[in-house]
């Protein structure tokens, strides 16, 4: 946030501190850690890697002095516009002001994973700021609407929820804010958003969603009318209940496009041959007349007919075509996991 915007909250909560006391007369507490009244002067925009939110204070009593290095309990909740009854999520933290009576908390870090699921994209949250002021009851100091904070956590990376990316790191420190797409089986109600934005697709029912199962697999887009994918309609689920066909969220096995192999010649070969039942041995036939040789096509030996030639098959061969490659057909690749936003 910019030293510009801290100034503008600082005068506007300071002003709305001015109308709160004219116009309503403050309660007294009677213990002195518990007399504090808590003006908000800012809010800091700075969302700590989806951890939460700087939230930062002023403690004073009734006088208006800052209380300097006391203790004090402060709660924070937050609720959907409209419906301050729906705590969507709350924490409690144990501060220590500063000299000048000021303290503040990350709102958010006691239960990242917890907060991590809000759903920033599509409601507008509320901020409701508590004190404690006994061992059981607590004081409602302050409630404003989040206008920025923590919405960057949505449009801040760049990564809409649902979005698929390569992860190069270990498995061990993928961010919080995404998931492994491994496959694995959730509630609909820990993932609100990314569930409403994945449905089926990838298998689950009513009540569960599965992720993505990207292990060991290349992408493909969808060809839709592209023409590219000749077996589209044959596309099957990745897991029980997602889609089949031409559409996101399924399977096609691996497979070789059709094509022909070139045979190379083993070697040369004879047959025997007989004349008149009598085996002569090896027949040369080159279909000539030529003293010395057999003729092919008259059934001649030097000119003169000697009656009926017979070739004989000299028994089945075969050719041998190698054989190279390994299990699969793919090209160079590294390895990554694809993790998905939510």
Known sequence: MSFWVMIYLFFYYSI???????????KKINTIIT???????FVQAQFQDQKGFNFQGYARDESGAGLGNKAVQ???????????????????????????GIFSAVVGSKSIATFAKLAFSRVNYWLKVEVKTSSTAWSTINEIELLSVPYARTAGNGNPIGAVIAF?????????GYLICDGTLYNRADYLELSNILGSAWGGSATQFNVPDMRGLFVRGVDETAGRDDDKATRTVVNVGGNTGNTVG???????????????NAGAHTHNSNVNG??????????????GSLDNSTGEINNRAIGALTINSSGDHTHTISSTGGTETRPE??????????
Do not use: C, R, W
């Open 16 to 26: 709305a501190l001015l109308f709160y006391l004219k116009f309503k007369k403050m």
């Open 35 to 41: 007399a504090i009244l808590l003006n908000v002067v």
């Open 74 to 100: 402060v709660k924070y909740s937050l609720y959907p516009a409209g419906l301050p009854g729906n705590i969507d999520y709350t924490e409690t933290h144990s501060l220590t002001t500063d000299a000048y």
């Open 168 to 176: 190069a790191g270990a498995k061990a420190n993928i961010p919080l």
């Open 250 to 264: 399924t399977l096609q096995l691996e497979e070789t496009k059709a094509h022909n192999h070139t045979a190379s």
């Open 278 to 291: 009598t085996n002569i041995g090896v027949a040369v036939m080159d279909g000539t007349n030529t003293a």
């Open 333 to 342: 690749n590294v390895s990554v996991y694809y993790i998905i936003k939510y």
